[in-house]
T-cell receptor, first 109, second 111 residues
Framework: LAKTTQPISMDSYEGQEVNITCSHN???????ITWYQQFPSQGPRFIIQ???TKVTNEVASLFIPADRKSSTLSLPRVSLSDTAVYYC??????????FGAGTRLFVKA | DAGVIQSPRHEVTEMGQEVTLRCKPI?????LFWYRQTMMRGLELLIY????????DSGMPEDRFSAKMPNASFSTLKIQPSEPRDSAVYFC?????????FGPGTRLTVT
């Protein structure tokens, strides 16, 4: 499976839009890009998944360029409660899911 | 649905003791995963089952660790004997056709 690279940490302020970019240069045709969120003292929670272009749900948007070698998770107008670790994963059907170190987002008042 | 249920939520035990962690997956899910999370190593996949059958246990650290899934609604992860380096949060997750749903975790402390 393609290795993912994302920033170790990011800071933001309440009300700002946060964009977290993940690199996955060796992504294969059958791979999907998935993002999870983990709050302190909780298990990870699925946020969004995409294959190409743009996906949006009630929590976030996921932007994937045509070459699919990177993806950007966009969180609109973050609040203090969005402080969490965000994991970018490359998933392939039939293969186990590997979590990397994730990006620690800290939202300040 | 109540989600993935894990017990106990916290476990403190002495080195050398046997520890059993329990998980009840979401009804209807056919995949079950056991993960371990520490500050040093992050979130590691230990083993996963499909339809109660272990598929990949390559993440199990050593023979002291064992996992079973006797039926579709129950799984255990056992550590015998436990060691201080086993201290971590252990998560169980289940999956149907889509994403994984994680339980609240069991925080294990081995003294």
């Amino acid at each position: 499976l393609a290795k993912t690279t994302q920033p170790i940490s990011m800071d933001s302020y309440e009300g700002q839009e946060v964009n977290i970019t993940c690199s996955h240069n060796n992504i294969a045709t059958n791979d999907y890009i998935t993002w999870y969120q983990q709050f302190p003292s909780q298990g990870p929670r699925f946020i969004i998944q995409g294959y190409k272009t743009k996906v949006t749900n009630e929590v976030a948007s996921l932007f994937i360029p045509a070459d699919r070698k990177s993806s950007t998770l966009s969180l609109p107008r973050v609040s203090l409660s969005d402080t969490a670790v965000y994991y970018c994963l490359v998933r392939r059907v039939g293969f186990k899911t590997i979590f990397g170190a994730g990006t620690r987002l800290f939202v300040k008042a | 649905d109540a989600g993935v249920i894990q017990s106990p939520r916290h476990e403190v035990t002495e080195m050398g003791q046997e520890v059993t962690l329990r998980c009840k997956p979401i009804s209807g899910h056919d995949y079950l995963f056991w993960y371990r999370q520490t500050m040093m190593r992050g979130l590691e996949l230990l083993i996963y089952f499909n339809n109660n059958v272990p598929i990949d246990d390559s993440g199990m650290p050593e023979d002291r660790f064992s996992a079973k899934m006797p039926n579709a609604s129950f799984s255990t992860l056992k550590i015998q004997p436990s060691e201080p380096r086993d201290s971590a949060v252990y998560f169980c997750a289940s999956k149907g056709g889509g994403e994984q749903y994680f339980g609240p975790g069991t925080r294990l402390t081995v003294t």
